[in-house]
């Protein structure tokens, strides 16, 4: 089981905007703004999309955003793209709790 | 540019040991904070363990007392260790960095991994 609870799957028509939720608790997501967002394509490894709740890294487009209220963040992925099909994972920092940083259990995106 | 290539994955039987290597180009590891994560075969992610610009390290419960961190500095190459491996350490071994000079959890420039597959 993760710490981190995420939505199974998600999908949305080309052009649509979706959001995926991400829910923790006080010691992980609701306690640190360092909450990331990754995505990976099949057999590919995961690439940093949102970090820090809401920073994109240099040539991640501007249709990707983050949030956080309390314990839970949401990525919001505006205008579908076919290649945006892939799987997301949300992380958060967790302090010098066990593990040290925890993952969700990720969201298959179908772009329908 | 900046590259991470990890090495070192294969077969191996229960109770044997592995060394898994993770070569960094493009920048020095030495002013990093590297992690190793890995993802066991149509599952999810899984922070295993991570080794700060000092000796400081942290492992997850599952890994303790069983793998070790450490890097090379003069060859910018970050192992991972790992003892008493078991069926469920199965998985897809990821190094990254932390897009910080400290210590955020945040996980930048991953490589393509390596495959451990643990079985008899």
């Known amino acids: 089981q993760s710490a981190l609870t995420q939505p199974p799957s998600a999908s949305g028509s080309p052009g649509q905007s979706i959001t995926i939720s991400c829910t923790g608790t006080s010691s992980d997501v609701g306690g640190y703004n360092y909450v990331s967002w990754y995505r990976q394509h099949p057999g590919k490894a995961p690439k940093l999309i949102i970090y820090e709740v809401n920073k994109r890294p240099s040539g991640v487009p501007d249709r990707f955003s983050g949030s956080k209220s309390g314990n839970t963040a949401s990525l919001t992925v505006s205008g579908l793209q076919a290649e945006d099909e892939a799987d997301y994972y949300c992380s958060s920092y967790a302090g010098n709790n066990n593990p040290h940083v925890v993952f969700g259990g990720g969201t298959k995106l179908t772009v329908l | 540019e900046v590259q991470l290539v990890e090495s070192g994955g294969g077969l191996i039987q229960p109770g044997g040991s592995l060394r898994l290597s993770c070569s960094a180009s493009?920048?020095?590891?030495?002013?990093?904070?590297m992690t190793w994560i890995r993802q066991a075969p149509g599952k999810g992610l899984e922070w295993v363990s991570l080794?700060?610009?000092?000796?400081?390290?942290y492992y997850a419960d599952s890994v303790r007392g069983r793998f070790t961190i450490s890097r090379d500095n003069s060859k910018n190459t970050l192992y991972l260790q790992m003892n008493s491996l078991r069926a469920e350490d199965t998985a897809v071994y990821y190094c990254?960095?932390?897009?910080?000079?400290?210590?955020?959890?945040?996980?930048?420039?991953w490589g393509q991994g390596t495959l451990v597959t643990v079985s008899s």
């Open positions: 493009g920048f020095s590891i030495n002013n990093n904070y």
């Open positions: 080794i700060y610009t000092g000796s400081t390290t």
């Open positions: 990254a960095r932390d897009i910080n000079f400290y210590d955020s959890g945040t996980y930048y420039g």
